[in-house]
């Protein structure tokens, strides 16, 4: 790791790690102490209960489906509390002793060179009551995400955490902060904010309910500017925000945001480029968006790998929904769809090895991979680096120029402009119609069709200055 770090730093590259402090495995040395003595110091470490009248200590739901609480071995009544799987303890947070030794890791990694921390779901480690709520499911348990993250009280917490580590380095932050209302982001960015921004959750899930796969519902573009344009303006009202579309628990935005099959190709994955990237904010670039990948397709649950997708199947069948049903909801869905390796030739196993990964490869990467777009100037890719050049030539504006909505008299198209030293306005039409729009005057800059005159093609995505 130390000859990473510095042979990175020699090419101008920083690294940010994964801060997964909300809980750990249950492997680790501290989970194997706590489950062996129960009078470890390691038993403050998690959080543990007896269970109520021969049940669990509550109903709570876990995120990845059952109960957030498991047995544990050898002893008659007693509980491990994990919000996600079984395999993943929560740590305690209310345990002095256990801050320290975070905050000491903390700073380690700091010390050692590396440029900052993405922070996994930091906004759980803070509970409320363990209180049995109405079931809302055919498993007779109930969603609790209002008593699992964003809980009062979790300030103390940042606080802490930006004071004794963040704050003594030269460093970058980003939260994984999912479903935090815009009323209390100033606890997570900003000037009284832990970190340097955030990514905002509140657009990513528009095409389901719930957070759930199989409760889908039919979203419109009208819905999602609502959505992208409510975000913007009330970080910047406070912080900075991490626009994206993809990451490694999503799908993949052409197959995700795109509803008309016949354009999620390469003219729909420009199109949701144009729109995301230039948003305020630091965009951030999943492994794969660059080049348009799609979800793959899976013919039977077995060939999932993803923990979440096992269970969203399941719930599914409990819920009534067949087998064929079923596994549509997790084909569109499922984290595999964004945890497939990386497609960087057409070769056996698309040149990520030599020998058969743990996953299925996606179907299309025989046609979608780095090779065949590399040295195309029409390709993804070559359309990502003009939009990183278009960014740096006119940082004022598009990095640092506030947001703004266009109103171009159509419910289709989302549009917005960004004002800095200059004005720079983005076009998007996420239909399959021909969209007539308010006549703006300028200089286009960046087109994913070859001309733009009164209206935008299905699809098109223009970036004018004005």
Not at 297 to 306: A, G, K, L, Q, V
Not at 433 to 458: A, M, R, T
């Amino acid at each position: 790791m130390d000859t990473l770090i510095q042979e990175a730093k020699k090419r101008g590259i920083k690294l940010m790690m994964d801060l997964v402090v909300n809980h750990c495995s249950n492997q680790h040395e501290w989970f194997k102490q706590a489950i062996a003595d129960k009078n470890s110091k390691y038993r403050n470490y998690f959080i543990f209960k007896e269970g109520v009248d021969g049940k669990e200590p509550c109903n709570w739901r876990s995120v990845f489906g059952g109960s957030v609480w498991e047995k544990v071995p050898g002893e008659d009544n007693m509980y491990y509390y994990h919000t996600f799987a079984k395999q993943q303890p929560d740590l305690n947070w209310e345990c002095e002793e256990l801050r320290k030794e975070i905050i000491g890791m903390i700073n380690r990694w700091l010390e050692r060179g590396i440029a900052g921390y993405r922070v996994d779901a930091i906004n759980f480690i803070k509970k409320g009551e363990f209180v049995s709520r109405k079931p809302d499911g055919a498993d007779g348990l109930a969603n609790c995400f209002d008593l699992m993250r964003n809980v009062p009280g979790i300030e103390f917490f940042y606080d802490e955490m930006r004071h004794k580590a963040f704050d003594l380095h030269d460093c970058c932050t980003v939260s994984e902060t999912v479903g935090v209302g815009y009323d209390i982001i100033d606890t997570v960015v900003g000037d009284k904010g832990c970190f340097s921004m955030m990514f905002d959750f509140n657009y990513t899930n528009i095409d389901v309910e719930n957070e759930e796969y199989f409760r889908r519902r039919n979203w419109t573009v009208k819905e999602l500017k609502d959505l992208i344009s409510l975000s913007q303006k009330e970080i910047q009202k406070v912080g900075w925000s991490s626009p994206f579309f993809e990451n490694h628990d999503l799908p993949r935005s052409v197959s995700k945001n795109i509803k008309d099959v016949e354009y999620q190709n390469e003219v729909g994955a420009k199109a949701l480029a144009t729109l995301f990237f230039h948003l305020r904010g630091t965009p951030f670039i999943y492994q794969g968006q660059e080049l348009g990948m799609p979800n793959a397709t899976r013919t039977s649950i077995d060939e999932f790998d993803d923990l979440n997708a096992h269970s969203m199947y399941q719930r599914s069948l409990q819920e009534g929904f067949s087998e064929e049903e079923s596994l549509h909801f997790i084909n569109l869905r499922s984290r595999d769809n964004a945890r497939t390796p990386m497609p960087w030739n057409n070769q056996d196993f698309g040149g990520f090895s030599s020998v058969e990964p743990w996953i299925k490869m996606n179907e299309t990467y025989s046609e979608i991979n780095v090779e065949a777009q590399f040295n195309d100037p029409d390709s993804v890719y070559s359309f990502y680096k003009k939009m990183i050049q278009l960014r740096k030539d006119n940082i004022e504006t598009l990095v640092y120029g506030m947001y703004d909505d266009v109103d171009c008299g159509n419910e289709d198209i989302i549009a917005y402009s960004r004002t800095g030293d200059k004005k720079i306005t983005v076009l998007v039409n996420l239909s399959t119609k021909v969209q007539n729009v308010k006549l703006i005057s300028g200089k286009v800059v960046l087109n994913n069709y070859e001309s733009f005159e009164d209206s935008l093609q299905p699809y098109q995505a223009v970036v004018i200055e004005e």
